[in-house]
C-alpha cells in the first residue's frame, strides 16, 4: 500500500466516523421537526389529544423549546384543560419573563378562569412590555373603567388619545 493510499484511507475513515454521529443528529432533528409539524397539524384538526402527546414527546426531548411549550399551552386550553395550560405558560415565564406570548396564555388563562384581579395584573404587565400595543392598552383602560377605577383608567386613554 502507497503511503497516498493509507492517507486516503485514514481520511475515509475519519469521515464514516464522523458521519454516522452526523447522521443520528440529523435523523433527531427531522423527528423533532416532524413532532412539531404533526402537533401543529393535529391542534388545528381538532386532535387536541394526538397534539398534546407530540408537543410533550417532543418538550422531553427538549424542555428549551419554549415556542413549542406555548403551543402545547394553547392546545390544552382548546382541550379544556385550563389548568396544565397555566403550568405550561408558567414554565415559559421561567425561562423568560419578558415572554409575552407566554403572558398573553396566562391572560387567556386568567379569562377563562374568572380570575378578575389577577387578569388585571397580568394585563397590566403586559401593556408594560409592549407599551406600544393600543390594543392591549385599551382592553387594559376598559377592563378598569368597567370595574370603577376611572382614574386609573383616564391615564391609559390619555396615553391612547396622545393628549
Known sequence: MTRW???????????????????????????????????????????????VRRYRTLLARDSRLNDARRELGWVLIAAGKV????????????????????????LEVLRKTDQKDEFLKVLDRLVELEPTRKDLR?????????????????KHIVVLLGE
Open 5 to 51: 493510499t493509507a492517507i486516503l484511507l485514514t481520511v475515509a475513515l475519519i469521515g464514516i466516523a464522523y458521519t454516522a454521529p452526523a447522521q443520528e443528529r440529523q435523523a433527531q432533528i427531522d423527528e423533532n421537526f416532524l413532532l412539531l409539524m404533526g402537533a401543529r397539524n393535529a391542534a388545528k384538526a381538532g386532535k387536541h389529544d394526538t397534539s
Open 83 to 106: 389548568a396544565e395550560a397555566q403550568e405550561e405558560f408558567r414554565v415559559a415565564l421561567h425561562a423568560n419573563p419578558k415572554d409575552t406570548e407566554a403572558w398573553k396564555g396566562i
Open 138 to 154: 385599551m382592553q387594559l383602560a376598559l377592563e378598569l373603567h368597567n370595574r370603577g377605577r376611572f382614574a386609573e383608567a383616564e
